[in-house]
């Protein structure tokens, strides 16, 4: 007996919003994928340096993000890992931005991946250790843009988004049934009693 593959799975599209979180300027970039065809959406930065507070910025950024949720609908949402650097000021200043745009996913209960900076430079461009250059030149020929190279925080982003689309099977699976390794759903599902 043949079974003709179900072609509504094979061509239903998917929306990626990926974030490249920041204090100063953060981008995002939003890619469909249908039939495995990538096409962008739209890609941007907020810039967070006209705000005189880090509670301000942070307010933008969260408004910033469930907008482009609103207005998009994206089925998952991809963001660079945090990073660890010698700076500890920095790093908390990122993990507050991180855990905004988190947020914002979650009050419209969009599941979120996350991504090393070296993981997602080498899905991109075969390199861990490309340079933003390069993996903005790679975005534009895969999702077949001219790009602006004075935005590389978005560039970033549909990298991230890109990155993502290669490696679906990070996302967390079903209630009740294991999660990948890494994934912000794996962090929720085993840490109910902490989340509020």
Known sequence: MIVAPNLSAITKEKI???VDPGTQVAGYGI?????????MMQYGVVQLTKY????????KLYETIVRLIDEYHPDEMSIEDPFFGKNVQV??????????VMAAALSRNIPIVEYAPRRIKQS???NGNATKDQVSQMVGHLLKETLDPK???????????????????????????????GAWGAF????????M
């Open 16 to 18: 990626i919003l990926g």
């Open 91 to 100: 790093m908390l200043k990122l993990g507050r931005a991180q855990g905004v």
């Open 31 to 39: 890619i469909s994928v249908k039939g495995g065809v990538m096409s």
């Open 124 to 126: 991109v461009t075969g």
């Open 188 to 195: 929720v599902s085993e840490n109910s009693g902490r989340i």
């Open 151 to 181: 935005f590389f925080d978005a560039t970033d982003a549909l990298a991230i988004a890109i990155c993502h689309h290669f490696h679906e099977n990070a996302l967390p699976v079903a209630p009740g049934k294991k999660t990948k390794k």
């Open 52 to 59: 005189s507070t880090y509670q301000l910025k942070l307010q």
